[in-house]
């Protein structure tokens, strides 16, 4: 890294999260890696919670399970998504577990020779994503699948209000349980749980948990968890601007006396989204506005003393939540992890040190 704006990933408290969730629930933990697993590194992030005890990983697409392959994870992966039932050979080959979520997908890798290919059933409960909505059809489809000889290990369903609304989990849960015990199989896997249900919703039906965002320490439910994830720069310019100078593009902002000026180089392109200008990051013990718009590649910020060039500038982390972030940019922890592009080194710490760091366009992975 030669740009000094990175997001530190902890996966040493990664792990703790992981550790602390998997003895609350008592179950199988599937960890939900997708995206990069939010944006972390999905195979740094896969080492750290496969050590943690994560029975299996579970991603969105082929594209991402195969890029876990060809880095070297050799755990169970699961695909959540929609998969080509053309890729059903490349599925079978690699060990890879598919979701099953419609009459279409099943009769076109029937004729695709899917023979021993490993699938969960998608019950849809009410997310009307994918999946089978009727358990009719659900049986069939069961049938369909062990006459193909897939191996049929496990059955899963996603609820989608579990931060807002638990009579509507208690809904799709019970939908769940009449459509697991109509089917009456023997499931290896049966799952319905995410995050925020794995803490807070107890049932006597799944033997799976699938985590994803509680991993990142983020919960409604659970507020001891550790918050692996911040986000940094540093100042790279520092200046005094007198009273009734503007600021930046479009000049949205004007000097109201003789005030200190930081520029950070950080911006959209990283994935700190323009919606960002007149909130604050932490410098130096104290909260700094971002004043005008916010660039590309740099912004500028006010300061009310004068630091050094090169003083720490946190986005997000130990003075400034991610949920307090998004709740000011009126979205989603998930969408600001998912946002920090490819630009942003990562930089993972492990057993207490920085290990290494992570940027795919400068081919850098290297032990310190
Ligand atoms: C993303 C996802 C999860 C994980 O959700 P969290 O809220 O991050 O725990 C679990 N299951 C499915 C089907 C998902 O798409």
Redesign the pocket.
């Known amino acids: 890294m030669y740009r000094r704006t990175w997001c530190e990933v902890n996966l040493d408290e990664i792990e703790e999260n992981v550790r602390k969730i998997k003895g609350i629930c008592g179950k199988k933990l599937i960890a939900?890696l997708?995206a990069d697993a939010?944006g972390c590194g999905d195979i740094q992030t896969a080492q750290a919670v496969l050590d943690a005890g994560a029975d299996m990983i579970?991603v969105?697409s082929l594209d991402e399970a195969m890029m876990l392959r060809n880095e070297g994870c050799d755990a169970e992966i699961l695909i959540?998504?929609a998969t080509d039932p053309d890729d059903c050979a490349t599925m079978i080959e690699n060990n890879i577990t598919a979701a099953a979520y419609s009459m279409d997908w099943i009769e076109k890798v029937s004729r695709n020779f899917c023979r021993g290919l490993k699938v969960h059933l998608k019950v849809d409960t009410g997310m009307n994503r994918i999946g089978f909505k009727d358990k009719d059809e659900l049986k069939k489809a069961l049938e369909a699948l062990l006459n193909a000889e897939c191996d049929v290990e496990g059955i899963?369903t996603?609820f989608c209000c579990?931060d807002t609304d638990p009579s509507m989990t208690d809904r799709q849960f019970a939908r769940f349980k009449e459509a697991v015990e109509y089917l009456n199989y023997p499931f290896a896997w049966i799952h319905c749980d995410?995050?925020?249900a794995?803490i807070m919703f107890k049932d006597d039906l799944s033997n799976a948990c699938?985590?994803?965002?509680?991993m990142y320490g983020v919960s409604p439910y659970d507020k001891t968890l550790a918050h692996p994830l911040s986000l940094y720069t540093e100042t790279a310019m520092v200046k005094h601007v007198p009273a009734g100078e503007t600021i930046g593009y479009g000049a949205t902002y004007t000097t109201k006396g003789d005030e200190i000026i930081a520029t950070i180089p950080i911006g959209y392109a990283d994935g700190f989204i323009r919606a960002n200008q007149g909130r604050k990051v932490y410098v130096d013990g104290e909260l700094c506005e971002v004043v005008g718009r916010v660039c590309m590649d740099q912004t500028m910020i006010r300061l009310d003393h004068e630091v050094p060039v090169g003083t720490k500038v946190e986005i997000f982390g130990q003075h400034i939540s991610i949920e307090s972030m998004a709740e000011e940019l009126h979205t989603i922890p998930?969408e600001i992890m998912c946002l920090i592009s490819g630009r942003v080194t990562r930089v993972y710490v492990r057993n207490g040190e920085q290990q290494s760091e992570m940027n795919e366009r400068l081919q850098k992975s290297e032990s310190e």
């Open positions: 939900v997708k939010y579970a969105s959540l998504g899963f996603h579990t995410n995050s925020d794995t699938r985590l994803g965002v509680s998930y």
